[in-house]
């Protein structure tokens, strides 16, 4: 247990659904990401919030939409993905300065 | 670039033996490093860092060191046990946020009895 829960651990969804991922930290602390785990390339980053402000978005599809809506919580929004996409989501936090970062389990996303 | 049809290193140890994986990195302007642990099913786990100004660091069982000449990372682990077998990535990172990270490829380690 990390102290980042993210939910749910599995997801299966339709290229026309729209689903949201959920990810939560107790850890106090004040920057969240999220970062994509493909079977063929290492680890990406997504996106990055500071403060619950957007500081960086690694030129990810609009189809993938985040939202921070306090320091605690992180949602990502689906919408029209593609079987590319399916991939395993991973949440993460940490201190904005001189820590390192925790991760969730993931969400294991598959679009069919 | 990027690496299409990613294979992974791989490592086999026997239980008891020490395990040393590498990694290169290529941004030298990167300030910290970070060493994690993937099992099956699960998110990365932290093991170790390191800053750019110490070269060696050591925890309880694994030692990282940092060579900013070649750009080079490494993990070492002492006594590996069954329970060390996993993926293992190195990081790097900088700025003004450490959980911004540019990961490796990974490497597994599979520790045989």
Same mark, same amino acid.
């Given at each position: 247990?990390?102290?980042?829960?993210?939910?749910?651990?599995?997801?299966?969804?339709?290229?026309?659904?729209?689903?949201?991922?959920?990810?939560?930290?107790?850890?106090? /602390?004040?920057?969240?990401?999220?970062?994509?785990? $493909? !079977?063929?390339?290492?680890?990406?980053?997504?996106? #990055?919030? *500071?403060?619950?402000?957007?500081?960086?978005?690694?030129?990810?599809?609009?189809?993938?939409?985040?939202?921070?809506?306090?320091?605690?919580?992180?949602?990502? /929004?689906?919408?029209?993905?593609?079987?590319?996409? $399916? !991939?395993?989501?991973?949440?993460?936090?940490?201190? #904005?300065? *001189?820590?390192?970062?925790?991760?969730?389990?993931?969400?294991?996303?598959?679009?069919? | 670039?990027?690496?299409?049809?990613?294979?992974?290193?791989?490592?086999?140890?026997?239980?008891?033996?020490?395990?040393?994986?590498?990694?290169?990195?290529?941004?030298?302007?990167?300030?910290?490093?970070?060493?994690?642990?993937?099992?099956?099913?699960?998110?990365?786990?932290?093991?170790?860092?390191?800053?750019?100004?110490?070269?060696?660091?050591?925890?309880?069982?694994?030692?990282?060191?940092?060579?900013?000449?070649?750009?080079?990372?490494?993990?070492?682990?002492?006594?590996?046990?069954?329970?060390?077998?996993?993926?293992?990535?190195?990081?790097?990172?900088?700025?003004?946020?450490?959980?911004?990270?540019?990961?490796?490829?990974?490497?597994?380690?599979?520790?045989?009895?």
């Amino acid at each position: 247990e990390t102290g980042v829960t993210q939910t749910p651990r599995h997801l299966v969804m339709g290229m026309t659904n729209k689903k949201s991922l959920k990810c939560e930290q107790h850890l106090g /602390h004040n920057a969240m990401y999220w970062y994509k785990q $493909s !079977a063929k390339k290492p680890l990406e980053l997504m996106f #990055v919030y *500071n403060f619950k402000e957007q500081t960086e978005n690694n030129s990810v599809p609009s189809r993938f939409s985040p939202e921070c809506p306090n320091s605690s919580h992180l949602f990502l /929004h689906l919408h029209t993905l593609q079987p590319e996409d $399916s !991939a395993l989501y991973l949440c993460a936090s940490s201190a #904005v300065s *001189n820590t390192e970062a925790f991760f969730g389990q993931g969400t294991r996303l598959t679009v069919v | 670039g990027e690496s299409v049809g990613l294979h992974l290193p791989t490592l086999s140890v026997q239980e008891g033996d020490n395990s040393i994986i590498n990694c290169a990195y290529s941004n030298s302007a990167s300030d910290y490093f970070i060493w994690y642990k993937q099992e099956s099913g699960k998110g990365p786990q932290f093991i170790i860092d390191i800053r750019s100004n110490m070269d060696k660091r050591q925890g309880q069982r694994v030692t990282v060191l940092l060579n900013k000449t070649v750009k080079h990372l490494s993990l070492q682990i002492a006594a590996t046990q069954p329970g060390d077998s996993a993926v293992y990535f190195c990081a790097e990172s900088g700025g003004t946020s450490y959980g911004k990270l540019t990961f490796g490829q990974g490497t597994i380690l599979t520790v045989h009895p």
